[in-house]
């Protein structure tokens, strides 16, 4: 028998998916199977999100990227994802966690090699004078009070 659970709980299962990201074509597709489950939204958090996120095989959690005002923490909860770095590539399995200080310019991502689905739990602030920057891509990100805007690195729109 299922427990129902009330506020300030509840059952992550209970939390639709959103499918692919806000970013602009080309890079809308390369993200287009990562599902969210935005349990922080879902509970009512303002200052931080935390996501309930699943990477299936051949996919990526994002651009590579880094954030100037953001601090970023991921907790691997099933499967395997490689991480992408400035430094190179790591294997991270169930049980490991990463973290992206605010301000340090290491551009970042996950990947999914294997033939599973990986699952992570994801948590980040909301800070409304960040900005993102995409190392490898020719887009910027810039938090507004509509969200998260993009446009070309020189600044003008998609």
């Known amino acids: 028998m299922a427990i129902k659970l009330k506020l300030p709980a509840i059952d992550p299962a209970?939390?639709?998916?959103?499918?692919?990201?806000?970013?602009p074509e080309p890079f809308k597709s390369r993200v287009a199977?990562?599902?969210?489950q935005r349990l922080g939204d879902a509970l009512g958090n303002k200052n931080f999100g935390v996501?309930?996120?699943?990477i299936p095989p051949g996919a990526v959690s994002a651009l590579r990227h880094?954030?100037?005002?953001?601090?970023?923490?991921?907790?691997?909860?099933?499967?395997e994802?490689?991480?992408?770095?400035?430094?190179?590539e790591q294997r991270l399995t169930p049980g490991m966690c990463a973290g992206?200080?605010?301000?340090?310019?290491?551009g970042h991502c996950l990947v999914n090699r294997t033939?599973?689905?990986?699952?992570y739990l994801e948590v980040g602030d909301r800070r409304p004078e960040d900005a993102v920057t995409y190392p490898d891509d020719d887009i910027a990100g810039r938090a507004t009070p509509q969200g998260r805007r993009f446009t070309r690195k020189d600044g003008t729109p998609y």
Not at 16 to 23: E, F, I, L, N
Not at 33 to 36: F, N
Not at 100 to 106: H, L, M, S, Y
């Open 115 to 119: 033939k599973q689905d990986a699952v």
């Open 14 to 23: 209970t939390v639709s998916p959103v499918a692919g990201s806000r970013y």
């Open 33 to 36: 199977t990562r599902r969210k």
């Open 100 to 106: 992206f200080p605010a301000g340090k310019a290491d």
């Open 66 to 79: 880094w954030h100037s005002h953001e601090d970023e923490f991921i907790y691997i909860v099933s499967g």
């Open 51 to 54: 996501n309930l996120t699943t």
């Open 81 to 88: 994802l490689a991480l992408l770095t400035d430094d190179g």
